[in-house]
């Protein structure tokens, strides 16, 4: 029997609890680990940022702590259930909004500086279409994903296109989950008029902890990267 894929919505509640989903909180945390110099480096330039798929903002915490203005910030999530864990950045001047990844209807060329951690539901070439549209020129792009490395490994060749949650219920969840090999990664990113600054692939070794046992991991493949970031820039 086929599973229809859901939403985020379908695993908001618990998306973020470590102990039912540690492979999550492992790929999270290889995400900041690339993400926070970066946003603190691009960010300190000005201009306005858009984090994409924010659930609960990686951007908004960094400009915090850097003393940059919230008000600087958009959060855009498709899913109003994971954008409500960053409801409490309106206060500080974030705009939330509920809206699609592929055509978020905000105005072209708006933003310096466009976020996006693990943006694998919607790795796809309208998501890097609408990058383009809407970054200034000169302005970057930092994105993470689950690695092509790692996925090719866990999952199986029929489920490449989506991610399997067991939730607190007992049933399976199936959420879009779109990681390409890295030269398609880069023709989708060409294609879109944008140009890749750099890639960085981090493995297992860089998590501050034990790795989950559902990244069925062995001694080679801790070297391996689980999370690949990308910095790209439009001309």
Known sequence: ???RIATYDAIAAEYYDQARH???ANFSELSNAFLHS???KYAAAGGNILEVGAGRSTAASILQEEGLPISRLTLLDQSARMLAYSRDWTVKGACLIVGDACRTQLPDRSFRLIVSALGDPY???AFWREVARLLEPGGLCLFTTPAPEWATRFRQPEAQ???EF??????TVLVPSKIPARE?????IADAGLHSVGDEGLSAEKLAGPPSPKLLLDEATMRLPIV???TVGRI
């Open 38 to 40: 970066r946003i603190q």
């Open 123 to 125: 790795n796809c070439p």
């Open 161 to 163: 296109s989506h991610a």
């Open 228 to 230: 690949r970031g990308f």
């Open 1 to 3: 029997m086929c599973q």
């Open 166 to 171: 067991v939730i607190a219920d007992g049933r």
């Open 184 to 188: 398609q990664q880069g023709s989708m």
């Open 22 to 24: 540690p492979t999550c």
